[in-house]
């Protein structure tokens, strides 16, 4: 049995399976863009350890030339648009992800996140312990903290943007925040704010709790605003390894894969 792949009309692949098949038997429902956990788990190995699903807009959808027509059931997806763009929207009637159920920070921590914000004020990352250590990263009125405590006292950087609205200028805005030992670092759009250093030998920011992204549960010491983070977020990476905010768990209102770009 023989395939092709044409793309924009022209054939760009083919292939011959082994053995003597000369037909693939298989039965409904058909997924579209992604597989539900079960169906993933059984064919990974088909997959080729693919685990994400597709980002992006499909249409005319058809097999044998026949349309598939609506689907029956649809999970995290909605109509295409060409005002979109890839990233997760926070709306300013409140929610927030839930990353992680049991976050570390310890010693050191590396954190590089975009964010195109439409508010002021508002949670960007949270972490805090029952012991009281936390970090947090977020808008405080047109400014960009970079709170920590590592059990002792909060040691901080904070950037302050040219002028008070700059970072609500509908453009994306690259944050770097590095936790050192007891030093903590801000880099905003290249630009490098004075750095926090807290007390020697007080190190490690004690945490193995959820990790909170646009907002969090309930505020907690560290957090300086009771605002809703309102805009989007994208491209988070931890220590360099990219984040893939739709496995997080969603609460209120939250687009994990799409966010306006008007």
Same mark, same amino acid.
């Given at each position: 049995?023989?395939?092709h792949?044409?793309?924009?009309?022209v054939?760009?692949?083919?292939?011959? /399976?082994?053995?003597?098949?000369?037909s693939?038997n298989v039965l409904?429902p058909?997924y !579209?863009?992604?597989l539900?956990e079960e169906?993933?788990?059984k064919?990974?190995t %088909?997959? %080729? &350890?693919?685990?994400?699903?597709?980002?992006?807009? #499909?249409?005319?959808m058809?097999l044998?030339?026949?349309?598939?027509?609506l689907?029956?059931n +649809?999970f995290f @997806?909605q109509?295409? /648009?060409? $005002?979109?763009e890839?990233?997760s929207?926070?709306y300013?009637d409140g929610g927030?992800?839930k990353l992680k159920? +049991?976050?570390? !920070?310890g #010693?050191?921590?590396?954190?590089? !996140?975009?964010?195109?914000p439409r508010?002021?004020?508002?949670?960007?990352?949270?972490?805090?312990?029952d012991?009281?250590?936390?970090?947090?990263l977020? #808008?405080?009125?047109?400014k960009?903290s970079f709170r920590?405590?590592n059990?002792q006292?909060?040691?901080h950087?904070v950037y302050? *943007?040219p002028?008070? %609205? &700059?970072?609500c200028?509908?453009l994306? =805005?690259?944050i770097?925040?590095?936790?050192?030992? +007891? !030093?903590?670092?801000?880099?905003? &759009?290249?630009?490098? @704010?004075? *750095?926090?250093?807290?007390?020697?030998?007080? /190190? /490690?920011? &004690?945490? $193995?709790?959820p990790?909170?992204?646009?907002?969090v *549960?309930?505020t =907690? @010491?560290?957090?300086k605003?009771t605002e809703?983070y309102v805009g989007?977020?994208? %491209?988070?990476q931890l220590d360099?390894?990219?984040? +893939?905010?739709?496995?997080?768990?969603?609460?209120g =209102?939250?687009?994990? $894969?799409?966010c306006p770009s008007?």
């Amino acid at each position: 049995m023989r395939g092709h792949l044409y793309v924009d009309g022209v054939k760009v692949a083919e292939g011959e /399976s082994p053995g003597t098949a000369k037909s693939i038997n298989v039965l409904e429902p058909y997924y !579209v863009g992604g597989l539900t956990e079960e169906k993933r788990g059984k064919a990974m190995t %088909n997959l %080729n &350890d693919m685990t994400d699903s597709f980002k992006g807009c #499909l249409r005319n959808m058809a097999l044998n030339g026949q349309d598939f027509g609506l689907p029956s059931n +649809n999970f995290f @997806t909605q109509p295409c /648009s060409a $005002n979109a763009e890839l990233g997760s929207f926070f709306y300013s009637d409140g929610g927030y992800i839930k990353l992680k159920d +049991n976050f570390v !920070v310890g #010693l050191d921590l590396e954190i590089s !996140v975009e964010i195109k914000p439409r508010t002021m004020s508002g949670v960007i990352l949270s972490v805090v312990s029952d012991r009281g250590d936390y970090l947090v990263l977020q #808008l405080e009125n047109g400014k960009i903290s970079f709170r920590v405590d590592n059990g002792q006292e909060e040691i901080h950087s904070v950037y302050t *943007p040219p002028g008070k %609205n &700059d970072l609500c200028n509908g453009l994306w =805005h690259t944050i770097t925040a590095i936790k050192a030992k +007891n !030093v903590v670092t801000l880099t905003v &759009d290249d630009v490098y @704010t004075y *750095p926090g250093i807290g007390k020697p030998g007080v /190190s /490690s920011t &004690d945490t $193995n709790d959820p990790l909170y992204i646009g907002g969090v *549960p309930a505020t =907690h @010491t560290g957090i300086k605003t009771t605002e809703q983070y309102v805009g989007c977020i994208r %491209n988070l990476q931890l220590d360099q390894v990219l984040q +893939n905010l739709e496995t997080g768990d969603t609460y209120g =209102h939250v687009n994990k $894969n799409a966010c306006p770009s008007a």
